[in-house]
């Protein structure tokens, strides 16, 4: 492998595309062990298992592409937690290396992309090939640390069959050694791959891999170097000597993606002594010769079943949006998705919508014409139906699971709960939930910020909690779910709440409010202070929460989708983070208004009400205007004068809200509500205060969608008039 | 010929201006441009082309000219990188090729003004003066933190 690199782009693609799935498994895995090891109780055999065999899958896909330090790595780690299925247990220090070797392997396949997308396959020569020092450090604590003997070779199988099972342990592991227990056979397994499958090489490897597991290869069609050297085809065949018999091989092989028939035949007269020693079963390619040479195998000819063994392939799982999605731990696999670049969603994204906006043009220039042809109208109908079929069908491939925002959090919250001293429970739910891509990727850093508060700040010390009658450990639940066109996040913890009065004090210390006003403030409204620049509950800066953002910039950015922030809070008993966030920033309702010519879109979400209005009867506070709502004098304000344009004659007012505050819009027109595609306003003008963007009316002009949030701000720091 | 250079020569007021063709995506009319309100003053609003949102800008502000804008005004729009900018122009005549030697750098009482640094030459063909124009330096963003400045106080 010093030369030439035999991987491509591809191979590394499905490396990249299931090692994040794999590592959030193999983590989630440990995280469910540590807490059985903590409760002490023995681990749930099946999460051992899922441990195991995401560790496996990871070594397999790191050594088809030729990562022996990531392959070592992930060996050392199977074999502890193959002890572990066998009974062995975990000290803690062997977990916590487990965790960091998992780590480690995260950072690896970050780099990888990175590489990746700097300079191709070519490029991924230096890190393929490069010392990973860290890795060796890690197997060699890990071999030390553990059961394996030695990282290189797997142990005979018959030195694991005195191991008793202990009770209720492990069912796999003790079916295994049943099963193993049993005289072994040779056995041919035929494996043909789908036919659009991608990377057949790379499966190969897989599924030689998987049988190496389980048995001795004697031969295989083709042969490793010809898998390694990218010559496979549909068909592998591989004459194995083996325990196991030949369901539970197909069961196996069927869980390898793009595998879509296995046929296992007992085949006695290919008992051949031509397997290499035992100790090479586990060595990696660009060792060479694991697989020497290969005989046709005598079910040339045969029939091929496909479909046996149920290897049928995974829906892609829709709106799971590109490869590496919604994939189940384990399973792995590319099958039937593809990765494309979010730019060209986007721009697909902003054609579809054009086309809409195209179609309403061509119904008003019809209409206008007045021809009277039905055939024409109807063919527009049908433009109109297909194009918002169309756009329907886009806006899906921008949905994600919020499952790959919130697999981080476990990992974060055990890291932030052991810095912080504390025990927590987090239970996650409505995972499933879909989201527009762009808005989760900026509700990451809120969430996280969320978290931390609540493990910081909001959750006692375990011994605060019993003193008081609460379970040791704290309870944080992160739950997502559906509201017509929103996605509710919450977090919800059960310490102690927002200490009202501390808030109080703070934001008279900070100047935001005076002693008096302070005191008439309702307890609601004097929670809202931990929104306000500024302020920080705190007064200890702990390594995690204490980096000077405070909740302000959280609610801030979650604004800035068009989402809101609110919390809620009852004393000792926690608080609740409540994210309300849209669907999708592609496409928003809208209300449109006037201001003399001009059209400005206002999104619905945070318009509370219109009315008409006449400027000049209303009420006055400190000779400021204020519109009546419902009892409460809220702040009237014209549109043009925020937007600096000439003035109008106004008629209506919209009722705003955002930040938590509320104002009277004046405008002189209102055009209704209506869906806009969501555009920017070019990438030279980038971000302009107070403009959330533009969209295209039916009439083809450019209509400005306003930053309510910002513009609430602007007035607000305006001069009195 | 090595050294010429391609220029799209457009008109504002009496005067010439010329800017490399390279940098020319085309040139249209269009009837409406929606004013962006917080926006540097020199950007005259954004305009619709073929669904993209785009901004324009009045080349005659930004130069420091004096306003005479033409009746219906073309927008030039010039590629940024990736980006797309439109520039209000009376009129764009033709492209024209110039030797090296038709070129000279801009005189010194124009480099003084500070609207001097978007010169990078001036063609004289034949009693005929053409502003050659830097499309770098006239997008160039150092009002951007500036806007921000000015929408808060």
């Known amino acids: 492998m010093s030369d030439t690199f035999p991987f491509t782009e591809d191979d590394f693609a499905v490396l990249l595309a299931e090692g994040e799935e794999l590592v959030a498994a193999l983590e989630a895995a440990l995280l469910a062990m540590e807490t059985s090891f903590r409760q002490g109780q023995v681990p749930d055999p099946e999460v051992v298992a899922a441990a195991f065999r995401a560790a496996h899958t990871l070594k397999g896909s790191s050594a088809a592409v030729g990562l022996r330090a990531l392959s070592a790595l992930t060996h050392a780690m199977e074999s502890v937690l193959d002890g572990v299925r066998h009974g062995d247990g975990l000290t803690g220090g062997e977990l916590e290396l487990l965790f960091r070797a998992l780590d480690h392997i995260r950072g690896q396949l970050v780099r990888l992309s990175e590489v990746l997308g700097e300079g191709g396959p070519e490029a991924l020569v230096r890190v393929g ?28 199988v018959s030195a694991q069959r005195d191991h008793v099972p202990p009770e209720g342990g492990d069912h796999l592991a003790a079916e295994g050694d049943r099963l193993r227990g049993t005289s072994e056979r040779v056995l041919q397994v035929e494996v043909r791959f789908h036919e659009q499958c991608p990377m057949p090489a790379v499966r190969a490897y897989q599924v030689v891999m998987a049988l190496e597991d389980v048995g001795e290869i004697l031969e295989s069609d083709p042969s490793l170097e010809e898998i390694e050297g990218e010559q496979v085809d549909r068909v592998l065949r591989v004459i194995l000597e083996t325990a196991l018999p030949a369901d539970q091989i197909r069961a196996r092989l069927a869980r390898i993606s793009d595998v879509v028939g296995v046929m296992v035949d007992a085949r006695e007269e290919a008992a051949v002594g031509r397997g290499g020693p035992p100790g090479e079963a586990g060595r990696l390619p660009g060792g060479g010769g694991l697989l020497g040479g290969y005989g046709r195998p005598a079910s040339e000819g045969r029939g091929r079943v496909p479909g046996e063994g149920g290897g049928v392939p995974r829906e892609g799982g829709a709106g799971s949006g590109g490869a590496g999605l919604g994939i189940p731990p384990g399973a792995g696999g590319l099958s039937r998705s593809v990765r494309v670049d979010v730019r060209i ?19 008003r220039l019809l209409s206008d014409a ?46 932030l709960a052991a810095a912080a001293g ?28 969320i978290l931390r508060n609540a493990v910081d700040h909001g959750l006692e010390s375990p011994a605060e909690r019993e003193a008081v009658g609460k379970p040791r450990a704290g309870t944080i639940v992160l739950e997502a779910q559906h509201e017509e066109n929103y996605v509710l996040i919450s977090v919800r913890d059960d310490g102690r709440g927002i200490d009202v009065e501390r808030v109080r004090g703070k934001a008279i210390a900070a100047g935001l409010v005076s002693a008096d006003e302070a005191r008439e403030l309702a307890d609601p409204d004097v929670i809202n202070f931990i929104f306000a620049p500024g302020f920080s509950t705190s007064d200890r800066v702990t390594e995690v929460s204490g980096r000077g953002v405070g909740l302000d910039v959280v609610r801030r950015n979650v604004q800035r989708v068009g989402g809101t922030l609110e919390v809620d809070s009852r004393p ?13 920033l592609a496409i928003i309702r809208c209300l449109l208004c006037q201001w003399g010519d001009e059209i400005y879109a206002l999104p619905l979400g945070h318009v509370d009400e219109v009315a008409e209005v006449d400027p000049e009867g209303l009420p006055t506070v400190y000779q400021k205007k204020v519109l009546l709502v419902r009892g409460n004098a809220v702040p009237f304000v014209p549109l043009g004068d925020v937007l600096g344009s000439e003035p109008a004659a106004i008629e209506f007012a919209v009722v705003v809200r955002a930040a938590g505050r509320q104002a009277a819009l004046g405008v002189t027109g209102l055009l209704g509500d209506q869906e806009v595609v969501v555009k920017d306003l070019g990438a030279w003008l980038g971000n302009v205060r107070g403009m959330a963007g533009a969209t295209i009316l039916g009439d083809g002009r450019v209509a400005l969608i306003l930053d309510v949030a910002a513009v609430l701000r602007r007035r607000t720091r305006a001069p009195a008039a | 010929m090595p050294g010429e250079r391609a220029l799209v020569v457009f008109q504002l007021g009496e005067e010439e201006y010329a800017i490399d063709v390279n940098r020319v995506r085309e040139v249209v009319r269009v009837d409406r441009i929606t004013r962006v309100p917080g926006a540097p003053a020199y950007v005259r609003g954004v305009i619709n082309l073929r669904g993209r949102v785009v901004p324009v800008i009045d080349l005659r502000q930004r130069l420091g000219l004096n306003p005479a804008p033409a009746e219906r005004p073309r927008i030039m729009v010039v590629e940024d990188g990736t980006a797309l900018v439109g520039m209000l122009v009376d009129r764009a005549s033709e492209v024209l090729r110039l030797q090296p030697g038709q070129m000279q750098p801009p005189d010194e009482i124009l480099q003084e003004d500070d609207n001097g640094r978007f010169v990078e030459a001036v063609a004289n063909l034949e009693g005929r003066l053409v502003v050659v124009l830097r499309p770098g330096d006239l997008l160039a963003r150092e009002d951007r933190q500036a806007v921000a400045d000015i929408i808060v106080s």
């Not at chain 1, 079929?389 to 990992?411: D, H, I, S």
């Open chain 1, 129 to 156: 090939g490069e010392e990973d020092p860290r890795a060796g450090e890690l197997v060699h604590l890990l071999t030390g640390a553990g059961s394996a003997p030695g990282e290189g070779d797997r142990l005979p």
């Open chain 1, 345 to 363: 969603l986007d721009e697909l994204m902003n054609l579809a919508g054009e086309l809409v906006i195209q179609r309403t043009r061509l119904g």
């Open chain 1, 370 to 415: 007045q021809l009277q042809d039905d055939d024409l109208e109807r063919a527009v109908e049908d433009i109109g139906r297909v194009a918002a079929q169309l756009q329907e069908q886009v806006m899906k491939t921008r949905m994600v699971p919020l499952e790959n925002l919130f697999r981080r959090f476990p990992r974060m919250v055990r890291d």
């Open chain 1, 422 to 449: 504390k025990e927590v429970n987090l239970v996650v739910r409505g995972e499933r939930t879909e989201l527009d891509r762009a808005v989760m990727e900026e509700i990451g850093d809120p969430l996280v910020h």
């Open chain 1, 572 to 584: 000792g008993q926690g608080a609740e983070f409540r994210m309300r966030l849209p669907l999708t």
